[in-house]
């Protein structure tokens, strides 16, 4: 005959993360044992191991969060960089909207290049204004749910986010706090008494990368936003393109608009990707004019004559809708919609900027020929078109794609139909 001789809950004393072992035993023999084969005796020793693992694991994993801290310290000292770029995620939290990006994030290639299916690099190509920025916030917040990835906003005109060196040193502080391995590494470096805070670009990618992250074999992401604006962009491409020694190459998302990935393709595989905002911008319009005070019928009126004259350009678009917002008059929102130019206008002068630069007066020349066509032709020409009436300046031209987009500051591309046309149509507005 068996019967219980204490409740569960009188035998507990409630103390935190107490041990419960149910023993088959009176008051007089629950701590004698006869033999150490006895399922009492198993039972109190198997639960006195758990304790005494459980001190040790809780032991062990102080000391090595106190010895990652110590390096991730020292990996600070080394860099001279104390955070991660969040604000420029936060930026583009501000204005991003549920659903923003989602035909990018279910496209072929960006399974694809998440999953490790196709090419290392994907870049992304799109016309100046189009909402890259929120692409890259966005696709950041999608590897972070699983996956290491680190990343760099670069801003023209700040000096501290146009340099490739702080690019360099920030992706390396990132990867620390992922990668142990390179952490350990790093911080060994800094106690050696190395300082990486006044290296150019190149001396940080031999010291800090080279020697240590080439050597990982588990796979890491980068996302690298406006390497049109770096100090300089031909750099980023050759330290991207010697990736390709890597034991494990990082994955790396390149929205840019320039055509340079044209001479990377010959070193490292590089996917494209024709980005588009047109959806993006109708999410975010369609959800900000609700702000407006004015009927549902004004309102769909003004996000369609939005999105019509926006012709792609995101930022132009959020820049007329701050002001319509602002209108309390229906003539006034319709004035905007046309006039609107306050706030673009730093990014035509850095493009404008880069025609009036051209040290070359063959470049200056092919700029102004492809520059007037672009602008004043009723139809778009072919680049064969426009090559046969200017043979003479189009001849010696080693690719035209390439220097296209290169001498007229990024104003006119070449479509995928090899026509000449002006990438930014709000231009024509102002």
């Known amino acids: 005959m068996s019967f219980m001789i204490l409740e569960k809950h009188s035998a507990l004393l409630g103390y935190p993360n107490e041990t419960q072992q149910p023993l088959d035993a009176n008051h007089h023999d629950v701590c004698k044992f006869t033999d150490t084969h006895g399922p009492n005796y198993i039972s109190v020793v198997g639960a006195l191991r758990s304790i005494v693992n459980t001190v040790q694991t809780s032991k062990e994993t102080e000391e090595i969060e106190k010895g990652a801290d110590e390096d991730i310290a020292s990996v600070t000292n080394l860099l001279v960089i104390s955070g991660l770029p969040e604000e420029d995620i936060a930026e583009c939290h501000l204005v991003r909207k549920l659903g923003t990006c989602r035909h990018f994030l279910q496209s072929e290639e960006s399974n694809n290049w998440v999953d490790g299916s196709s090419s290392p690099v994907l870049w ?42 702080n690019m360099l040193r920030s992706l390396a502080y990132q990867t620390t706090l992922e990668v142990p391995s390179y952490r350990r590494a790093l911080a060994d470096l800094a106690r050696s008494g190395v300082r990486l805070d006044h290296s150019d670009a190149s001396t940080i990618w031999k010291r800090a990368y080279l020697p240590m992250l080439s050597c990982e074999t588990e796979g890491f992401y980068w996302v690298l936003d406006g390497i049109d604006e770096s100090e300089s962009s031909k750099q980023m491409v050759e330290l991207m393109s010697a990736t390709s020694g890597f034991k494990s190459p990082p994955r790396i998302l390149l929205p840019a608009i320039a055509q340079c990935f044209q001479v990377a393709e010959r070193r490292i595989p590089v996917r494209s990707f024709a980005w588009s905002s047109n959806e993006d911008i109708r999410l975010f319009v369609a959800e900000e004019i609700g702000y407006l005070p004015s009927d549902e019928g004004f309102k769909t009126q003004t996000t369609n004559g939005i999105i019509e004259h926006a012709q792609g350009n995101f930022l132009w678009a959020s820049l007329v809708l ?47 020929i492809r520059l007037s066509w672009a602008m004043y032709a009723k139809t778009s020409l072919t680049v064969h078109e426009l090559s046969g009436a200017y043979s003479a300046e189009f001849r010696p031209v080693i690719d035209i794609k390439y220097t296209v987009s290169q001498v007229c500051g990024q104003f006119v591309v070449v479509d995928t139909q090899n026509r000449i046309s002006l990438v930014i149509i709000p231009l024509k507005t102002i």
């Open 124 to 165: 992304i190509y799109g016309p100046p204004g189009g909402g890259k920025p929120i692409l890259c916030s966005t696709v950041v917040d999608h590897l972070e749910a699983g996956h290491r990835c680190a990343y760099f906003f670069f801003k023209h005109g700040r000096q501290q986010k146009s340099s490739v060196g």
């Open 322 to 368: 701050k002001r319509i917002l602002m209108c309390h008059r229906h003539e006034q929102v319709t004035k905007v919609l046309k006039k609107t130019q306050v706030g673009i206008n730093e990014l035509y002068h850095r493009m404008l900027s880069a025609v009036a630069d051209l040290d070359l007066q063959d470049d200056k020349i092919l700029a102004h």
